[in-house]
Each structure stands twice: as structure tokens, then as C-alpha cells.
């Protein structure tokens, strides 16, 4: 309940009070850094929060560790809320002592994830938690975003690969740590196994990653838990290889820098938007834009320009 409050309070403190919340965030940073981060994509249909409850139940069950969710849903165009409900679709960690499960909208943000997904995360490592999921929207957005944020990236896929390879991009495939082919089960084993096999395949023609790891494929069912620790165990195999070779501490060092990045442009935004007269402006320019009578490029150079010579 703390920890709900206090994400909540930083995120809607970033908007209105920036500083507030930039401090609150600042003295978590030391208590922050040791939990393992992993993010979760997929597309929908595949059995995500499933997977995650099934997988978090392993977690604090048979680990006797903790676990924080992040999932992300899709948000509507009209009301900006969530389309679905991902704590009411994973019950049992919901309700689970060692696991704090937050849905929230994305509200059209690209990248899959939420806006405030990082500080978020921050504060769930603050709190103590030992592991922290991010899930992904997973609806053909850019997946960098989630990428840049955590140490591992699971890649979520139903069984029959055929026109479904074919589909997949080759980006998602170079961001993968781990593609695991799910609901493994009944009828559906035989497919899953040749998934797995099309999958391997098409692994080969990619280069190695420059950190040394080599991705991997397996088959799971989050339905009756199979392979669902072989799964954690590949998670931790990839942490201790980077940790050996110098990667982990390199890839941290990137993500801190990705968040510098944007949070700059946000902040630029913000500036602008700052500003009553340059504000004014942008609202007129996006009916200009809207109507045809003005170029996009044309009228951020205008913003920019407007607002430069108000400083």
C-alpha cells in the first residue's frame, strides 16, 4: 500500500511539482541497482499475465523471493484508461505477500510501456524487491523503450511458427535474450516443438550479440508450469555471464544514460509548454496543421523559434 501511494505521488508529482518528485527519486537511488529486471513482450493472445503470475508464483513460492509487476495495458483512445485489467487477470499474485502487481495505462506512450515505468521501477528496487517484471503492451509498438530499461528481454510467442515467423520483425528478434514458445500443452506440444525448432533456425542467421550471449528458445505452458523455472534459470545464466564479462555493469551504465535522454526531451516539452504565449501558439498550430494550412515541420521550427526569442 506504501509503495502504491508512493508511485503514485511521483508520478503525478512530474508533471505538476517536477522537483518533488526528481528529489524523491534522488534519495531512493542508493537503495536502488541490485534487483534483476527483466521485461516481457508478446503479442496479445499469448498468455502474458499467465506466464507472469506463473512465473512470479515460482518466484515467491518456490524462491522465497520478491517480486514487483509492472504491466502495462493498452489504453483507449477516448477515456485514456486501461483497456484491460491485468491485476484482476493474475488474482493469485495479486494477492501474494512477496509481489506487488501495478497495472497502468500506456496512454498512447510508444515503446509499449508507460511513461513513468522507470520511476516506477526505482521505487519497487528502493522497496526491496528482488525482481521486478516489466510487461509490455505488446501491440506492435517499438519495444526499445523496455528494452533500454531492464537487463533481460523474454520474448513471448504461441505455438505454429509458419506465416508467424514471417511476421515477427527482425528487431524484436536482435532485442531477445529468450524467445519462449508458450502454452506448450495437449494438442498444442507437437506444434510448439517445431516452433521452437523454425525458431532456432532463424536464430542462426543473426549475429552474435556483442555482450557474448546467445539467445535462446524453449518451450513452456504457463497453464501447468512446465519449464516455467528452466525459464528463471536462463534469466539468471544471462546475469551471471555479464556480470562476468563486464556487460552488466555496461548495459546499467546505458540505461542510465537512456533515461538522461529522455528525461531531457521531456523536460524540453515541459519548457515549452511552460511558456502561456509559446503554449497558445502550439494550440493554434495544431489547428493550422489539422486544417492543411501549415506544414508539421514548419510549425515546430516556428515554436522553437518563438520560444527562443522570449528567453
Known sequence: MVLARAITLVESHLDSDA??????????LPRTGQARRAGIT?????????FIETLGTHLTT??????????????????????????????RLATDPRAFVRPSPSRGHLGGVARRTREAMLLCEAAGYQNVLVETVGVGQ??????????????????????????IKRGIFEMSDLIAVNKADGDNRQRADRARQEYES???????????????????????RDSIAEVWQIVLQHRAQLEANGWFERRRREQA?????????????????????????????????????????????????LFRRRQ
Open 42 to 50: 508478446g503479442s496479445p493472445g499469448v498468455g502474458k499475465s499467465t
Open 142 to 167: 517499438s519495444e526499445t523503450s523496455v528494452r533500454s530499461m531492464v537487463d533481460f528481454f523474454l520474448l513471448l510467442i504461441l505455438p505454429g511458427a509458419g506465416d508467424e515467423l514471417q511476421g
Open 257 to 305: 544514460l537512456e533515461w538522461m535522454k529522455e528525461a531531457l526531451l521531456y523536460e524540453i516539452e515541459e519548457e515549452l509548454r511552460r511558456d502561456v504565449v509559446v503554449d497558445e501558439r502550439f494550440a493554434a498550430s495544431r489547428c493550422e496543421v489539422a486544417e492543411g494550412r501549415l506544414s508539421p515541420f514548419l510549425a515546430a521550427r516556428e515554436l522553437l523559434a
Open 62 to 91: 518456490d524462491r522465497q523471493e520478491t517480486v514487483a509487476v509492472l504491466s502495462v495495458d493498452p489504453s483507449s483512445a477516448i477515456s485514456g484508461g486501461s483497456v484491460l485489467g491485468d491485476k484482476t487477470r493474475m488474482e
Open 202 to 224: 532463424a536464430l542462426h542467421l543473426f549475429r552474435a550479440g556483442a555482450d557474448g550471449w546467445v539467445p535462446r528458445v524453449v518451450t513452456c505452458s504457463a497453464l501447468n
Open 19 to 28: 522537483e518533488l518528485a526528481s528529489r524523491v527519486i534522488e534519495r531512493c
